[in-house]
């Protein structure tokens, strides 16, 4: 009896860890009321899809959430997508400019972490204007 549990149990895990099944859904973001951030995802079997749009942020000195702008009401395709894991990877293209981020999941399952993954010269560029690295933005599934 103690190894059918066991293996359920596992079973459950490992599923839940790497089945894409899991990120699917309406992830949204707000700040002071206001949502700034969604993310659509959809899956049709290991495939996933989907689409964001996200509002112009301004971060404190520490790098967190000081001003939100008005969210885009137009979608903007993701591509690349990747799940490894709780970890989603994925980019968007921003008219000439491709930007890359990580979703990850958070234990619940209902809340996740969007970070923008930037580049050496992203991060110089923002530390040349005195602008810190943003912190993750937390997104709650609806």
């Known amino acids: 009896m103690n190894a059918i549990a066991l293996t359920i149990a596992i079973t459950c895990l490992t599923a839940g860890q790497s089945g894409t099944g899991s990120v699917a859904g309406t992830w949204t973001a707000q700040f002071d009321g ?3 951030v969604r993310l659509e995802l959809t899956t049709t079997g290991a ?3 989907g689409a964001l749009t996200i509002g112009d942020i ?3 000195e520490q790098g967190a959430l000081r001003q939100v702008g ?4 137009k979608l903007t395709p993701i591509f690349d997508v990747r799940q490894k894991g709780s970890t989603l990877t994925f980019s968007r293209k921003e008219s000439t400019d491709i930007d890359r981020f990580e979703l990850r999941l958070l234990n619940d399952g209902k809340r996740a972490e969007l970070v923008l993954v930037l580049t050496e010269a992203d991060l110089k560029e923002l530390a040349e204007e ?5 912190k993750p933005i937390i997104l ?3």
């Open 34 to 36: 206001r949502t700034f």
């Open 47 to 49: 495939t996933i899809a």
């Open 58 to 60: 301004e971060v404190n």
């Open 70 to 73: 008005e969210m885009p009401a």
């Open 130 to 134: 005195g602008v810190p690295k943003p």
């Open 140 to 142: 709650t599934r609806r």
